[in-house]
């Protein structure tokens, strides 16, 4: 080969190497600066050793089996293959150190082939060795189910890694004994009596034998998680059948093992083939053949009466594996109709019945509180704060920065590295509160962040966030766009030391060949003192700092102490419980973890709310340095801990199925429940878990919680429903409320079909969707309350050009009245007689607000006048006459007083031109 190609490949191959080297140098530096460095250390050192382990045994496997052919391939015993051979082209370049050679590089590659795989089982072997017991024991085999979830996986690795040596070493020396002994003369059939290397190729099939009884006793194990029965995990047939015959292949199986050591010492040319056959077709016949016959024949005509306890052992195993076992379960008789004093009794939930969807609120908030094209907001959190002394449910979202809205003049490297670094502040509104043009109702909007509320907010920049991807470099020569001001802008310093100082001209070009950026290594403004920003998306944050935990979907924007953070939810999970019924591929799950991470600094703790959990005892004696005890966290945010909707749709989905403890009616799924339908913009849809403020029955006061209700399968009628409490004393208690059978209450989607009915609303929906808009019905909420029912629904139009959802209207539904009013109060004011007390919208309006309010109310004025809709019109008179009135208290600006005594010309509608502004 041409020396320069040699260069060539030796300089790209270390390239490649110091690329990598790089990488885990700089990820040390960054666990390094979040203070956990022994985390990464643990992980890599860990992934380095299973590796290891893997290269030098199949390194050893392979080339001591190659040196133990060696006489034989050097030195055949046949003659003429001898003569053969070594008369070769190759026959002078094969000599014992060439051959030598080539059993060192080839054993070389393929260990290094397989040792790159293995990597990802790290986490198995730690577990094994700081392994815990559940104190559960398993039914049948009388195992503590830590055996399944930290030991059976260990041992599953260790065979399959034995048995690849094995396999390996076979078709390595089987392969040279073949092509020595093969020639063209051989017979089809007469090839095992002339192939050399017949008592080496015994001794390893013994060994193959030997480790497929080991096989066969991890399988009877296995056999726990069998799909063959009634249900998931061993049945009739597994036990009775399936396990003594693995412990008959295992004898038989160790027997041929035994069989062939003692033969390849008189090696007989039909041992190993015998051997072979005889447990292939002993595993056919025991192994598959009878079972199947004994399940099909004997236990599927008699399934019940023979599968009932293994039933038990599934519905049992599956409620502990989901936490369902401690589920409280009560009766909700529907008794009473909700009154006046009832709902002044229940102000708590009332004052917080969510009007608001956060799928079209998402864009209302974009196009009021966005404010530059570069400011997004990503997603809708719902939670509850203690505002001015009352306790609320809100709405809030973070304002991040989108660096790909940016103008392309605007989209320079300085720009996009050290000028536009963060997001800023926040929006919140309340659930349940509208403006009169259908807006939201913010208690804090606009930059810097402005609020009538005694919400604290001392640092709301967002250098960490859902949408905050790329890196970026702070305590430059460069300030940092901090936020617009007017048609100025508004600039800062970074002032915490968070990120990986750049301390050297060495790491600038550490980091140029990272993110593959030359102009991070020419930059005059970075300085020894800058710090790099990177990996900020919080989603991708905690995955890469503690990969073996499960993330919930949906983290969440907290606001406490002055500061702006996010709260995720965490997860142990396995696919290991025996007996569990397997749901989205786990049969076992814990919300063991809370995360929250700092929105400014970036920094990520792991506080334990579940030290009970068999797994986070297993994690957290691995990792002693990563998880905090649940004390050491804020009561702040401790106030905002939510139950998390994955986890609650998981356990809805299975305890759907699993209330039924009784194995007759589990079996004939005669009280199997599922989750209801709703319309929803249109379409029918599952109804989602949502959170709401409400009071318990037999609480005193309302609390947060996430619900939702249960139908019977293939009905609509609601059969039950079930509630998650949030707050921290009583964080993640379950209690499912079951509607009596006698009881017939309408579920979410003949309540659907209700309004559907209603002439009155469906012509005005009707009305709307032709009128140039688009009609969005929400989220149809089920509320109960004080043993009755209530049901909100709000109506949201959006323009067909426009992107600005409006909350228009209200349906409420409570026994046979069925209303829809402008307003939440409206409505409840139609069906009770009067409306509960609430403050007026325009009390707290902005001068903003307001002005919008007037512009759309006279847009409507005009189109009801071409319509002549001469009662419409007055309507909207009528309130923009309110609403001017409140603007010019606001500015102090008198309004001019009408003059009665002037008579107003009227002028006709068809003489109108609807271009023209009205007077």
């Known amino acids: 080969m041409n020396r320069k190609y040699v260069i060539f490949i030796a300089l790209a191959f270390l390239f490649v190497i110091f690329n990598a080297v790089n990488h885990y140098y700089l990820d040390l530096l960054w666990f390094q600066s979040l203070n956990y460095g022994s985390v990464f250390t643990t992980i890599l050192f860990s992934q380095i050793g299973i590796r290891v382990l893997y290269f030098l045994g199949i390194f050893g496997a392979l080339f001591l089996n ?3 052919a060696k006489k034989t391939v050097l030195n055949p015993p046949n003659l003429m293959l001898r003569h053969k051979l070594f008369n070769s082209r190759f026959g002078n370049l094969l000599t014992p150190k060439t051959y030598t050679l080539l059993a060192l590089g080839a054993s070389t590659m393929v260990a290094l082939l397989f040792s790159a795989a293995p990597g990802e089982q790290w986490m198995t072997l730690l577990q094994y060795f700081n392994r815990t017991s559940f104190d559960i024991a398993d039914p049948i085999l009388n195992r503590d189910v830590g055996f399944y979830i930290f030991e059976l996986p260990f041992f599953l690795l260790v065979k399959n890694y034995l048995t690849s040596l094995i396999v390996l070493s076979i078709l390595a020396v089987g392969g040279l004994y073949f092509a020595i002994s093969m020639s063209p003369e051989a017979s089809p059939t007469g090839w095992w009596n002339q192939l050399e290397g017949k008592k080496h190729l015994s001794l390893l099939a013994s060994l193959f034998f030997l480790l497929k009884a080991l096989d066969y006793h991890l399988k009877s194990y296995e056999t726990l998680f069998s799909l063959r029965g009634a249900a998931f995990g061993a049945g009739y047939t597994d036990v009775n059948v399936q396990i003594p015959v693995l412990r008959i292949l295992m004898f038989i199986s160790l027997g041929l093992g035994l069989f062939l050591i003692i033969k390849s010492f008189r090696p007989n040319p039909r041992s190993l083939p015998m051997a072979a056959g005889a447990l292939i077709i002993a595993s056919l016949l025991l192994g598959s053949i009878y079972p199947a016959a004994i399940q099909n024949f004997r236990v599927e005509p008699n399934e019940l009466v023979m599968e009932m306890p293994y039933l038990e052992h599934n519905i049992e195993f599956t409620r502990k594996a989901f936490n369902l076992d401690d589920i409280q379960t009560e009766k909700y008789s529907i008794t009473d109709r909700l009154d006046l004093e009832v709902l002044e009794e229940n102000q708590g939930t009332i004052q917080n019945i969510r009007l608001w969807d956060y799928r079209p609120i998402k864009t209302t908030y974009n196009q009021l509180q966005g404010l530059r094209p570069y400011y997004k907001f990503h997603d809708i959190d719902i939670d509850r704060y203690t505002l001015d002394g009352t306790y609320r449910q809100v709405m809030l979202s973070a304002r991040e920065l989108d660096q790909n809205e940016l103008s392309e003049g605007a989209r320079t490297w300085v720009n996009l590295r050290l000028k536009y670094t963060h997001g800023y502040g926040f929006a919140m509104s309340p659930v ?39 890196y970026v470099i702070v305590n430059t020569l460069t300030e940092e ?90 997860y142990t999970i396995s696919n290991k419980y025996p007996y569990s019924e397997p749901f989205g591929g786990l049969n076992y799950i814990r919300n063991s973890v809370k995360i929250v991470i700092d929105a400014y600094n970036g920094s990520v703790d792991y506080y334990v709310i579940d030290d009970s959990d068999p ?29 998390p909707v994955d986890l609650f749709s998981l356990q809805s989905r299975v305890y759907a199925l699993y209330h039924m403890e009784d194995v007759r009616v589990f079996y004939n799924k005669e009280d199997e429940w599922t989750i209801p339908m709703e319309n929803y913009d249109g379409q029918q849809i599952q109804v989602e878990p949502y959170y709401t403020i409400l009071q318990l029955p037999g609480e005193q006061q309302p609390e947060f919680v996430l619900m939702l209700p249960f139908n019977p399968i293939r009905r609509d009628n609601m059969i039950a429903w079930m509630a998650a409490r949030c707050d921290p004393e009583h964080y993640g208690e379950r209690l499912v409320f079951r509607f009596p059978r006698e009881q017939t ?75 829809m009013e402008e307003t939440l109060e409206k409505a409840l004011s139609r069906i009770f007689g009067e409306a509960p007390d609430t403050p007026d919208e325009d009390e707290t309006a902005t001068v903003e607000e307001l002005i919008i309010r007037a512009n759309r109310l006279m847009s409507d004025a005009r189109t009801a006048l071409v319509q002549g809709d001469w009662a419409d019109y007055g309507r909207i008179q009528e309130e923009l006459e309110n609403t001017l009135k409140n603007l010019a208290e606001i500015i102090d600006v008198p309004l001019i007083e009408e003059d009665d005594s002037a008579e107003e010309e009227v002028i006709p509608p068809e003489d109108l031109d609807p271009s023209e502004e009205l007077p």
């Open 481 to 570: 766009f901090d936020y617009p001001l007017g048609t100025t802008n508004a600039y800062t310093m970074y002032e915490e030391e968070s990120g990986v100082t750049i301390n050297s001209f060495f790491r600038k070009v550490l980091f140029s060949l990272r993110f593959n950026d030359y102009r991070l290594l020419l930059s005059n403004d970075i300085i020894n003192e800058s710090q790099v920003l990177f990996d900020r998306n919080i989603h991708n944050r905690v995955r890469k700092i503690a990969p073996f935990l499960q993330y919930d979907q949906d983290p969440y924007l907290v606001v406490s102490e002055g500061r702006l953070f996010w709260m995720q939810d965490a």
């Open 745 to 819: 209450v309408l579920g979410p989607r003949q309540v659907e079909g209700r309004i559907d009915q209603n002439t009155e609303i469906s012509s005005q929906l009707t009305l709307w969707d032709q009128r140039g808009s688009r009609v969005i019905r929400g989220n149809l909420l089920v509320l109960p309350i004080n043993n009755s029912i209530l049901y909100v629904e709000p109506i949201f139009l959006q323009a067909d050009q426009g992107e600005q959802p409006e909350l228009v209207r209200v349906i409420v539904m409570h026994g046979e009245s069925l209303v």
């Open 432 to 470: 349940n509160e509208a403006t009169s043009d259908g807006l939201p109702q913010f208690l804090v909007r606009n930059i810097p962040p402005v609020t009538q509320t005694d919400l604290a907010i001392e640092r709301p920049e967002i250098y960490y966030g859902e949408k905050t991807d790329p």
């Open 615 to 643: 797994l986070i005892q297993v994690y957290t004696s691995i990792f002693p340095d990563l998880f905090k005890p649940l004390e050491e966290m804020p009561q702040g945010l401790q106030n905002h801990f939510r139950y």
């Open 66 to 68: 190659l040196m133990l």
